[in-house]
């Protein structure tokens, strides 16, 4: 798995820009020694390198879909809400939006893992060895999930991680 997302030239840009409100230094560096991105402050840098042991330790779900159809439901089933799912497409919103909002109720982000350590399986299956080798679409929606993730979990020091 930590093959997969080495020395990418695009995650940090896809995945840790959007929350550089929170953590300014978005920038990442990866550690050949470590064979991990390199620990700086005010990053997301440790964060992602346990989201990636996580995602690895994931068991892989053969219908990814389903698991962000979870998350989406969530956010479905709030009273008032405005976002359903047709014809095989959720509206009301954006995809990403959609999953960040409903990935509060999804507990230790397990759904959300589960859908991407799917993409991840699916991107290998298709010959993309890599996370910077993805179909664009694709990365981009695995950078969505990846972005969630570390958003819901940015409230936790990375060493309580182990207890979510």
Same mark, same amino acid.
Request: hydrophobic content about 35%; glycine content about 22%.
């Given at each position: 798995m930590r093959k997969f997302f080495a020395r990418s030239e695009l995650i940090d840009h896809d995945v840790l820009r959007p929350l550089a409100h929170a953590k300014g230094n978005w920038e990442v560096s990866w550690d050949a020694h470590t064979q991990r991105y390199e620990h700086e402050e005010d990053s997301f840098a440790k964060y992602l390198n346990l989201l990636i042991d996580d995602i690895a330790e994931t068991a892989v779900s053969p219908r990814y879909h389903d698991n962000e159809d979870v998350v989406a439901g969530y956010l479905a089933s709030r009273p008032g809400s405005k976002i359903e799912k047709k014809g095989g497409r959720w509206i009301g919103g954006d995809y #990403?939006? *959609? !999953? /960040?909002? #409903?990935?509060? +109720? +999804? *507990? +230790?982000?397990? /759904? !959300? !893992?589960?859908s991407a350590i799917g993409r991840v399986t699916a991107a290998l299956e298709r010959g993309q060895m890599t996370y910077d080798e993805m179909e664009q679409g694709h990365r981009l929606m695995l950078a969505d999930v990846l972005t969630i993730i570390l958003y819901h979990r940015s409230n936790y020091e990375p060493d309580d991680w182990s207890d979510l």
């Open positions: #990403g939006w *959609i !999953l /960040e909002q #409903g990935g509060f +109720d +999804d *507990i +230790d982000q397990g /759904e !959300l !893992l589960t």
